[in-house]
């Protein structure tokens, strides 16, 4: 399992499905489908993801040399 961090490539809106769909090994679609379907169960699902998109870091883009 990688680093749990918003990637800065393959998100939408905040990140946050990309993140969770790389740590644990899903397709982002599926994550995002899994979510979509959970705010139609009672819950603070909406709340949960503006808390990780503040909460959760930002990955950062290392430049590479050739060193």
Known sequence: MSRLARPTD??????VCAA????????????RVIFL????????QFLLYLALWILLPAEEKTARTAW
């Open 37 to 44: 379907v959970s705010c139609l169960l009672p819950g603070p």
């Open 20 to 31: 969770l769909a790389r740590r644990f090994g899903t397709s982002a679609t599926t994550m």
């Open 10 to 15: 393959g998100r939408v809106i905040g990140g």
